[in-house]
């Protein structure tokens, strides 16, 4: 069946700009989690969204970045202002319920300049 | 919060050899510990898993075992191929908690034809 998706696959965008990033969880999984992950680093928390319970933010590095997810299903993570250390790779997951495997989508490259 | 240390960084075997990359935790309570192959402009993907009661699990090539005592884990490839090539991390979670997955840094592992 169809895997975690998400889009764009890349960004490039201007320093102080807004950014939104999109995920499409697989069908029917509860749980959507946002990773980012770092040239040369390993993949960091960012948030997390189980049913329609309130998100789990502790991993969110500033008041920049926000998340919501709507209808239980599609997440935008969206970044204001943008500073050049948010280049990363923005990486998605889903999973069928809390407490379950992890699946990932492809990423978001975002290159700020 | 969790602490996941993984080595080498690097780690290059010819192939038909073995690979092993290991990794070492420090919250008791985490009780699942994935691992993911990433490959290079693509998402992690998940390759194997073991949870907490169990001190061994193998599929195939690959296989991982788990020290609750000493809270390490490794994994092991065996007669790797040139496809093996990739980026692995490895991951713990207590999933009786928040359930966001905390990463090693990562091995590049190359495997010479």
């Known amino acids: 069946g169809a895997g975690v998706s998400q889009s764009p696959s890349n960004k490039v965008t201007e320093k102080g700009k807004d950014v939104e990033l999109r995920c499409d969880p697989i069908?029917?999984?509860?749980?959507l989690y946002w990773y980012r992950q770092s040239l040369g680093q390993g993949l960091e928390f960012l948030i997390y969204?189980?049913?329609?319970?309130?998100?789990?933010k502790s991993g969110l590095p500033s008041d920049r970045f926000s998340a919501e997810r709507t209808g239980g299903s599609v997440s935008t993570l969206t970044i204001q202002r943008t500073q050049q250390e948010d280049s990363a790779v923005y990486l998605c997951a889903s999973s069928p319920s809390f407490q379950e495997t992890q699946y990932f989508g492809p990423g978001t490259r975002l290159l700020v300049l | 919060g969790e602490n996941v240390e993984q080595h080498p960084s690097t780690l290059s075997v010819q192939e038909g050899d073995s690979a092993v990359i290991k990794c070492t935790y420090s919250?008791?309570?985490?009780?699942?510990f994935p691992w993911y192959k990433q490959e290079l402009g693509k998402g992690p993907q998940l390759i194997i898993d073991?949870?907490?009661?169990?001190g061994e699990k193998k599929d195939q090539r690959i296989a991982v075992t788990l020290n609750k005592t000493a809270k390490h884990f490794s994994l092991h490839i065996t007669e790797t191929q040139p496809e093996d090539s990739a980026v692995y991390f490895c991951a713990a979670v207590d999933q009786t908690g928040a359930n966001n997955l905390f990463f090693g840094t990562g091995t590049r592992l190359t495997v010479i034809p």
């Open positions: 919250d008791s309570a985490s009780n699942y």
């Open positions: 069908s029917g999984h509860t749980a």
């Open positions: 969204f189980q049913g329609n319970s309130a998100p789990d």
């Open positions: 073991i949870r907490s009661n169990v």
